[in-house]
Each structure stands twice: as structure tokens, then as C-alpha cells.
């Protein structure tokens, strides 16, 4: 089973390198255009090259984008309030807030799902279907809206 390992490995890192080239944005990708990552990934991706070659070059890394925080790890987080920049009550007021405001509005209708089965409305419209059936095969005119 040890055998097989450098394969497996060959073959992830392949199928990592294609799907990290297909979902990363037009915009990140350096040196060649998308589509020419992707066919050398795909063509020289069994000597590992091609996959090599777009972690190393082919797309553009840096730190995660910082969303609304004073850094862009969870340890750098708390400098943003030990330094005064920003409010922490302010934010638990917000949040507060914002709760408070969800409690408060009128709670939206759920619409159920019901399967075919058990849907009264579907099986109304098929035994009306049954019927039209029924009178067009014995020669009859299909019933109207209004012979209900």
C-alpha cells in the first residue's frame, strides 16, 4: 500500500493545482492567461510541472483579505481595541441592536413543501385531468371552466 503513496500524492496535488486554477479569479492570475494555466496543468501535470509551476507563479498570494477587523488573523484582532481606535461596547450595542431588531419583525411565512403525493391542489388537478381524459376517449367534449 506504501507503493502507491508518491502516486496518490502525484495525483492530489494535480487535482489541487486544477481546481485552485479554475477558481481563482481572472484578476489574481500572473504570467499567462487562465486558460493557458489550465492546459499546462492538465498536459505536463503527470511530471508534476504544470501544477509546481502555478502554486509557485501562476497565481498571485498574499494575506487574507481583513474584513471590518484591526488585522487579518484572529490574534491580531484585539489590538484594534487595546490601542482606542474602536469601541467594543459600541460593537456589542450593534449587535444588540441588530438582534433586537430580528425579534421585532414580523416573522415571514414559511412555505412548506409537500410532496406530490400529498398536495391536495395537485391531486385536485389530476383527477380534473383524469376526467377530461375520460370524456375526450368516449367521444365527449372536455367539461369547461364552468360545468364544475
Known sequence: MLRYLPYLMVIALWIYAFVDCLGTPER???????VAWVLIILFFG?????PVAWLLIGRRRGPAPVRGRGGATPAEWHREY????????SEVRGFRERRRDREVAEPRPRRVWVAPDDNPEF??????????NRNREDGGSAPSEGDQ
Open 82 to 89: 487595546e490601542g482606542g481606535r474602536a469601541d467594543p461596547e
Open 46 to 50: 503527470e511530471v508534476l510541472i504544470g
Open 28 to 34: 489574481e492570475v500572473r504570467g499567462l492567461p487562465k
Open 123 to 132: 391531486l385536485r388537478s389530476l383527477s380534473e385531468l383524469n376526467k377530461q
